[in-house]
């Protein structure tokens, strides 16, 4: 039943017709059910001259027991300190002491490049500062800088660096990380080296055309291309990650023997390429460059329905997979083909689905022989009922059934 809802507006102090009020009190009520005396929720606001937000008040109750609180959220600002305070509250049925959030946001103006500036300072249950968070704008009012101090453990610092075009799109962006320590009397030590840094590069219509980035022992790479009418023509992402060779232990015999260089680093390279037409998906490649290279290869057709796959191990193809849909584009049925150390096929694995695209039958074949099929039923509701194993050599026919507790 929907709950009802009951409004009280109060204008403390009444202006006279065609000129602002000062003050404006909004109190707003919810019941489970009309004609119930205690409330599930109750909300008040309070506005000051201009319309400003001064404070806010919530209050959430349970139904068993009635009218004992469940939760509280409160807000206060300071107009002469530009100072928002958040507390929220929540209460156990056991009782004792409530878990609270405390939230501070400072709001400060300053300079001549930078306009507005937002603090938001989270605090612990036990009223320790857990993190800062600070946002600055340009005149504009666009959001030029994003800094984020975390407390907890190892103290970290990012920040997110914007800078726009004429016409207001973002033109480049950048993303640092330091870790850091903090010493007696709030004082921050950076270390020289930055764990990770990540730089976006935008187009005249603010889309993203570059992407450089390096964290940790990982270096990142990211680029995107499109047409003339700003559909995505080409994506590519690339990773190189660096791991630090470890010495191969030494054989007996080997002492006197001239050691060979070993590089002190090894690196494993993967990309992921992606090609569309008029914005649509036709192939996607990846690929890996460590050890044991492999890559595979996907097309795809009207819709990004996959069409083809095919998966290369150290230069050798194992394995490819064909899609066929009907005139709506539900899939029918999957062939896979299956390729031994020779390159030569070893067996076919043919996949056939139903309208719900769930499988009906699947046969394997070695050479142009079917030597296995296994066939599945559902009930009206799309669960498996029934499934049966034949072998084609008729030595083996089994049967296996599904019962459902409804």
């Known amino acids: 039943m929907k709950n009802y809802l009951q409004f009280v507006l109060l204008l403390c102090p009444f202006m006279l017709w065609g000129q602002a009020y000062r003050e404006l009190r909004v109190e707003q009520y919810q019941y489970n059910l009309e004609g119930d005396s205690m409330p599930i929720k109750k909300q008040i606001w309070r506005y000051g001259e201009g319309g400003i937000l001064l404070g806010q008040e919530e209050y959430e109750y349970r139904k068993q027991p009635a009218g004992s609180l469940k939760s509280s959220f409160l807000y206060q600002y300071d107009e002469e300190a530009k100072l928002g305070q ?16 405390l939230l501070k946001t400072y709001y ?33 009012g666009q ?3 994003e800094e984020t101090f975390d407390y907890r453990g190892s103290t970290a610092h990012s920040s997110w ?41 935008y187009n005249r219509k603010g889309q993203p055309k570059l992407m450089k980035g390096k964290s940790s022992n990982r270096r990142y790479k990211t680029v995107w291309k499109y047409d003339e009418e700003g559909r995505i023509s080409f994506y590519q992402s690339h990773i190189c990650k660096r791991f630090k060779n470890s010495p191969k232990p030494k054989k007996k015999g080997e002492e006197e023997q001239k050691e060979k260089k070993q590089p002190k680093y ?3 390279s993967e990309c992921h390429t992606k090609k569309y037409e008029k914005g649509q998906l036709v192939l ?40 066929y849909y009907d005139s709506l584009g539900q899939l029918e049925k999957q062939e896979n083909y299956y390729y031994n150390s020779l390159g030569l096929l070893n067996y ?16 394997q074949w070695v050479r142009e022989q079917k030597v296995r099929e296994l066939r599945h039923q559902y009930d009206a509701k799309g669960r498996q009922q029934r499934t049966t194993l034949m072998l084609e050599d008729g030595q083996k026919f089994e049967k296996t059934y599904y019962f459902y507790k409804d």
């Open 86 to 101: 958040q507390q929220q509250l929540k209460y156990s049925v056991k009782g004792g002491q409530p878990q609270s959030q």
């Open 108 to 140: 400060l103006k300053y300079g001549a490049d930078e306009q507005l500036r937002s603090k938001q300072l989270y605090f612990d249950k036990t009223g320790e500062l857990q993190r800062e968070d600070t946002l600055s704008y340009n005149k504009k």
């Open 143 to 145: 959001l030029v800088v």
């Open 161 to 201: 660096r914007m800078k726009y075009n004429k016409a207001g799109k973002i033109k480049k962006k950048g993303r640092y990380v330091h870790w850091s320590t903090v010493k007696r009397g709030g004082k921050v030590v950076y270390k020289k080296e930055r764990r990770a840094w990540y730089r976006y590069k």
């Open 266 to 268: 090894r690196y494993v």
């Open 284 to 323: 996607e490649v990846e690929y890996d460059h460590g050890k044991v290279k492999e890559r595979s290869e996907t097309s795809y057709i009207q819709d990004t329905l996959k069409s083809e796959l095919k998966y290369w191990v150290a230069g050798k193809l194992k394995r490819e997979e064909k899609y």
């Open 348 to 363: 076919r694995l043919d996949i056939y689905y139903n309208s719900k695209e769930q499988i009906l039958r699947e046969e």
